[in-house]
Protein backbone atom coordinates (compact mmCIF):
# COMPACT_ATOMS: atom_id res chain seq x y z
CA UNK A 1 0.00 0.00 0.00
CA UNK A 2 3.04 1.99 1.10
CA UNK A 3 4.89 2.01 -2.94
CA UNK A 4 0.97 2.45 -4.14
CA UNK A 5 0.60 5.86 -2.03
CA UNK A 6 4.18 7.10 -3.63
CA UNK A 7 3.36 5.82 -7.00
CA UNK A 8 0.27 8.04 -6.75
CA UNK A 9 1.72 10.80 -5.46
CA UNK A 10 4.81 11.24 -8.36
CA UNK A 11 2.11 10.76 -10.84
CA UNK A 12 -0.15 13.54 -9.55
CA UNK A 13 3.74 15.82 -9.18
CA UNK A 14 4.46 15.08 -13.06
CA UNK A 15 0.93 15.90 -14.16
CA UNK A 16 0.89 19.14 -12.30
CA UNK A 17 4.72 19.81 -13.66
CA UNK A 18 3.63 19.39 -17.27
CA UNK A 19 0.25 21.44 -16.95
CA UNK A 20 2.68 24.95 -15.39
CA UNK A 21 5.84 23.83 -17.61
CA UNK A 22 6.03 25.03 -21.38
CA UNK A 23 7.43 23.36 -24.51
CA UNK A 24 7.84 26.17 -27.58
CA UNK A 25 9.62 25.13 -30.78
CA UNK A 26 11.45 22.58 -28.46
CA UNK A 27 12.70 25.17 -26.15
CA UNK A 28 11.68 24.61 -22.04
CA UNK A 29 10.46 27.60 -20.37
CA UNK A 30 10.55 27.01 -16.62
CA UNK A 31 7.83 27.31 -14.50
CA UNK A 32 9.53 28.89 -11.83
CA UNK A 33 12.36 31.58 -11.58
CA UNK A 34 14.27 33.46 -8.64
CA UNK A 35 14.77 36.92 -8.02
CA UNK A 36 17.38 38.71 -5.66
CA UNK A 37 19.50 35.49 -4.71
CA UNK A 38 16.92 33.54 -3.93
CA UNK A 39 14.64 35.01 -1.88
CA UNK A 40 11.69 35.72 -4.85
CA UNK A 41 10.11 33.19 -6.66
CA UNK A 42 8.05 34.30 -9.44
CA UNK A 43 6.13 32.49 -11.55
CA UNK A 44 5.66 31.96 -15.53
CA UNK A 45 2.26 33.72 -16.67
CA UNK A 46 2.39 32.46 -20.52
CA UNK A 47 4.88 32.51 -22.72
CA UNK A 48 4.57 32.71 -26.47
CA UNK A 49 6.69 32.32 -29.67
CA UNK A 50 7.41 35.76 -31.58
CA UNK A 51 7.24 34.96 -35.24
CA UNK A 52 7.98 37.65 -38.18
CA UNK A 53 6.43 37.18 -41.98
CA UNK A 54 4.66 34.37 -40.69
CA UNK A 55 7.31 31.63 -40.76
CA UNK A 56 10.53 32.76 -39.34
CA UNK A 57 10.50 32.18 -35.27
CA UNK A 58 12.52 35.64 -33.69
CA UNK A 59 11.98 34.82 -29.71
CA UNK A 60 10.20 33.36 -27.37
CA UNK A 61 8.81 34.90 -24.31
CA UNK A 62 8.05 34.59 -20.94
CA UNK A 63 6.22 36.93 -18.27
CA UNK A 64 6.89 35.86 -14.61
CA UNK A 65 5.37 37.72 -12.08
CA UNK A 66 4.65 36.97 -7.78
CA UNK A 67 1.26 36.11 -8.37
CA UNK A 68 -0.63 34.94 -12.23
CA UNK A 69 -2.74 37.34 -13.65
CA UNK A 70 -4.68 37.84 -16.57
CA UNK A 71 -5.86 41.61 -16.23
CA UNK A 72 -2.71 43.22 -18.01
CA UNK A 73 -3.90 46.60 -16.02
CA UNK A 74 -3.11 44.82 -12.82
CA UNK A 75 -0.33 43.51 -13.96
CA UNK A 76 1.39 46.65 -15.39
CA UNK A 77 0.16 48.64 -12.45
CA UNK A 78 1.72 46.08 -9.46
CA UNK A 79 4.88 47.30 -7.41
CA UNK A 80 5.83 44.05 -7.14
CA UNK A 81 8.73 41.74 -8.62
CA UNK A 82 8.10 40.96 -12.81
CA UNK A 83 10.24 39.55 -15.47
CA UNK A 84 10.05 39.47 -19.13
CA UNK A 85 12.31 36.71 -20.55
CA UNK A 86 13.46 36.32 -24.21
CA UNK A 87 14.95 33.37 -25.64
CA UNK A 88 16.48 33.76 -28.78
CA UNK A 89 15.72 31.20 -31.52
CA UNK A 90 17.64 33.25 -34.82
CA UNK A 91 20.63 31.82 -35.53
CA UNK A 92 22.54 35.13 -35.25
CA UNK A 93 20.62 38.67 -34.50
CA UNK A 94 21.36 42.05 -34.11
CA UNK A 95 20.82 43.15 -30.70
CA UNK A 96 20.28 46.83 -31.74
CA UNK A 97 17.82 45.67 -34.28
CA UNK A 98 15.90 44.24 -31.81
CA UNK A 99 16.11 47.11 -29.47
CA UNK A 100 14.74 49.49 -32.27
CA UNK A 101 11.59 47.32 -32.78
CA UNK A 102 10.88 47.29 -29.17
CA UNK A 103 11.35 50.92 -28.78
CA UNK A 104 9.05 51.13 -32.13
CA UNK A 105 6.77 48.98 -30.59
CA UNK A 106 6.75 51.32 -27.37
CA UNK A 107 6.59 54.30 -29.12
CA UNK A 108 2.93 53.20 -30.35
CA UNK A 109 1.75 52.47 -26.37
CA UNK A 110 2.67 55.80 -24.85
CA UNK A 111 1.58 59.18 -24.95
CA UNK A 112 4.08 61.94 -26.49
CA UNK A 113 3.96 63.41 -23.16
CA UNK A 114 5.01 59.82 -21.57
CA UNK A 115 7.60 59.30 -24.34
CA UNK A 116 9.42 63.06 -23.14
CA UNK A 117 9.54 62.21 -19.49
CA UNK A 118 10.75 58.65 -20.37
CA UNK A 119 13.44 59.86 -22.99
CA UNK A 120 16.82 59.47 -20.98
CA UNK A 121 15.43 55.76 -19.80
CA UNK A 122 14.59 54.66 -23.29
CA UNK A 123 17.84 56.18 -24.48
CA UNK A 124 20.25 54.50 -22.30
CA UNK A 125 18.29 51.22 -22.72
CA UNK A 126 18.96 51.50 -26.21
CA UNK A 127 22.41 51.64 -25.84
CA UNK A 128 22.40 48.75 -23.94
CA UNK A 129 22.40 47.00 -27.00
CA UNK A 130 25.10 48.75 -29.14
CA UNK A 131 27.59 46.64 -30.36
CA UNK A 132 26.23 43.11 -29.39
CA UNK A 133 25.23 40.03 -31.57
CA UNK A 134 22.53 37.63 -29.76
CA UNK A 135 22.62 34.27 -30.85
CA UNK A 136 20.34 30.98 -30.74
CA UNK A 137 19.90 29.90 -27.08
CA UNK A 138 20.78 33.39 -26.08
CA UNK A 139 18.44 34.90 -23.20
CA UNK A 140 17.49 38.40 -22.28
CA UNK A 141 16.05 39.57 -18.80
CA UNK A 142 14.57 42.67 -18.03
CA UNK A 143 13.30 42.62 -14.14
CA UNK A 144 11.33 44.76 -12.14
CA UNK A 145 12.69 45.25 -8.43
CA UNK A 146 10.30 47.08 -6.34
CA UNK A 147 12.49 50.19 -4.73
CA UNK A 148 15.13 50.04 -7.54
CA UNK A 149 14.10 49.74 -10.78
CA UNK A 150 14.34 48.22 -14.04
CA UNK A 151 17.14 45.48 -14.72
CA UNK A 152 18.52 44.53 -17.57
CA UNK A 153 20.59 41.01 -18.17
CA UNK A 154 22.04 40.15 -21.57
CA UNK A 155 24.94 38.03 -22.74
CA UNK A 156 28.08 40.21 -23.08
CA UNK A 157 26.97 42.85 -20.76
CA UNK A 158 27.11 43.58 -17.08
CA UNK A 159 23.98 44.51 -15.49
CA UNK A 160 21.96 47.40 -15.77
CA UNK A 161 20.23 49.74 -13.66
CA UNK A 162 17.16 52.04 -15.20
CA UNK A 163 15.69 53.80 -11.44
CA UNK A 164 11.92 54.23 -11.35
CA UNK A 165 8.58 51.83 -12.01
CA UNK A 166 7.50 54.16 -14.75
CA UNK A 167 9.45 53.09 -17.36
CA UNK A 168 9.15 48.71 -17.01
CA UNK A 169 5.28 49.85 -17.28
CA UNK A 170 5.90 51.65 -20.76
CA UNK A 171 7.93 48.56 -21.88
CA UNK A 172 5.45 45.99 -20.17
CA UNK A 173 2.94 47.52 -23.16
CA UNK A 174 4.88 46.42 -25.80
CA UNK A 175 3.77 42.53 -24.90
CA UNK A 176 0.17 43.46 -23.16
CA UNK A 177 -0.46 47.15 -23.72
CA UNK A 178 -3.16 48.08 -25.79
CA UNK A 179 -1.40 48.08 -29.27
CA UNK A 180 1.05 44.80 -28.58
CA UNK A 181 3.62 43.46 -30.92
CA UNK A 182 0.62 40.28 -31.44
CA UNK A 183 -2.82 40.33 -30.06
CA UNK A 184 -2.05 36.76 -29.61
CA UNK A 185 1.42 37.37 -28.11
CA UNK A 186 -0.74 39.14 -25.33
CA UNK A 187 -3.15 36.62 -25.37
CA UNK A 188 -0.53 33.62 -24.36
CA UNK A 189 1.02 36.28 -22.05
CA UNK A 190 -1.87 36.72 -19.88
CA UNK A 191 -2.14 32.97 -19.79
CA UNK A 192 -5.46 33.00 -21.54
CA UNK A 193 -4.24 31.29 -25.08
CA UNK A 194 -2.81 28.30 -25.99
CA UNK A 195 -1.02 27.35 -29.15
CA UNK A 196 -3.94 24.82 -30.40
CA UNK A 197 -6.00 28.40 -30.78
CA UNK A 198 -3.57 30.74 -31.99
CA UNK A 199 -3.45 32.86 -35.09
CA UNK A 200 0.03 33.49 -36.44
CA UNK A 201 0.45 37.88 -36.82
CA UNK A 202 3.36 39.62 -38.57
Known sequence: MFWFRN?????????????HAALISDVEVADTVSLESGQTQLV???????KKYLI??????????EEASQDPDTI????????????????????????NALNEALVI????????VLKPQIDLFLSLFDDIRLHKGDEVTIDYVPGTGTIVHMPGREDAVLEGKDFYDALLKVWIGPQPVSKDFKQQMLGVMDDSEMDEDV
Open 109 to 116: NISKEEHQ
Open 56 to 65: VDVYIGGLYL
Open 44 to 50: LNGAALR
Open 76 to 99: ISADTYKRMMFHVLLKRVSARKVA
Open 7 to 19: AILVIVLLCSWSL
